[in-house]
Structure formats: C-alpha cells, structure tokens
C-alpha cells in the first residue's frame, strides 16, 4: 500500500510511514470535543500527518461517541440493537418513532442524532412492550411492512394480554406495573414511576408527577 505525501506531490510506501498516538481535538456542532490515544499516520522523515481513510474514520467515531456520551446520546451500536431486539426493518423502526427511514440509516451509520431524535430513541431501551404499543398506535400503520406489522402486533398482543389480567379487577383505577423509562424522557423532577389505568380495552400510561 501507498500513502499521498501531499507537501511532496508523490507518493511512498507505507514502511516510510507511522502510525502514533495522539490527542485529538475538534469541534461538534459548534463544541470542542478532546480524545486522547487517537491513531495518526505521518510521514517518517518530516512528521507529516499522511491521509489514511480507516484512521480517520475511526477518529471521526471516537469524536462522535465523546460527544454522545456526553451529552447522553444514543448511538450507533445502541440503535441498531434496540431495532434488533424490536425485530423490524429501518423503515418500520423510523415510523414508529415518527423519524424518517434517512434518519435511522444514517444514525446506525455513525451520525449523531438530534437531542430530539435521541430522547425518541431512549423511550425504546428497555424495550418495553407497552411503550411500543402506544408508538404504534399513534403511527402510520400504512406504511409498514408485512413483517414488521406481523412483529409490532405480537407486541401488541402481549400487552392485551396484559388488560386479560387486569380486566376482573372491577373497581381498580391503578394497576402498578415495574419497567424503567431513562429519567432524561420525563417531566422535570418527574420520578420514573407510571401510573397505568385500563378501562379494559386499553391501556394508558402517564408519568406520575
């Protein structure tokens, strides 16, 4: 392989190059990310920094995820395993959540989501079954495939079964369920604790204040 020595105009071999460790620092929408141990090819001869596109692709994600982390985004890997354990498609995934098809391929891509997109996102960590059943309601259910509505009713069904349960309880208003929401999806000062009510046909969850 050959590297582009650009202060030369010609190119070497890689044996006239390096890689080193540096501490890299650059900013992300308009804020100044630092990452310390970040690979960099140079030249051997003059020190200088030679192009490698794998290096700065793994640069740039490293940017990315000290951002995320930061500011308690989710990201790529955690994305695509939340729709990995939904079981649907980039397509069904964006429609339940009101995102575009673009926006999900290009998150599981390595771009960071809007704060919105991610607090959506995080609603779906746990992947609890009633919280996906209000997303469906609530969507297109047009636009799904065949298979990711196949999957999304068999959430759905575990939460009727749910109101099954729950239904002989003739004069009960509060039924208490245990799942865990991030608190970051709550009102202010909220507590991640729910109060659910049934009528017996459906279930509705609010956060109790």
Excluded: C
């Excluded at 068999?154 to 749910?162: D, G, R, S």
């Amino acid at each position: 392989m050959t590297y582009y020595i650009e202060s030369l105009d010609t190119v070497v071999p890689e044996s006239d190059t390096e890689v080193v460790l540096v501490d890299v620092t650059t900013k992300v929408r308009g804020e100044e990310v630092t990452v310390t141990n970040v690979a960099e090819r140079r030249y051997q001869k003059t020190g200088e920094v030679v192009f490698d596109q794998k290096l700065d692709d793994e640069r740039l994600e490293a940017v990315y995820r000290a951002y995320a982390k930061v500011h308690h985004l989710v990201y790529q890997d955690e994305i695509k395993l939340i729709r990995h354990k939904i079981g649907i498609s980039q397509r069904g995934f964006a429609t339940l959540l009101g995102l575009s098809r673009a926006s999900i391929e290009q998150y599981e891509t390595g771009n960071l989501p809007t704060t919105s997109a991610s607090r959506r996102i995080a609603m779906l960590r746990n992947v609890n079954a009633f919280i996906i059943d209000q997303l469906f309601a609530v969507s297109d259910q047009t636009v799904y495939s065949r298979q990711d509505l196949r999957v999304l009713m068999q959430w759905h069904n575990q939460v009727q079964l749910a109101v099954e349960r729950v239904r002989p309880v003739r004069h009960a208003d509060k039924i208490d369920f245990d799942f865990e929401m991030p608190a970051s999806m709550l009102p202010h000062g909220a507590e991640t604790t729910f109060e659910v009510k049934t009528d017996g046909n459906q279930i509705i969850l609010r956060p109790i204040q």
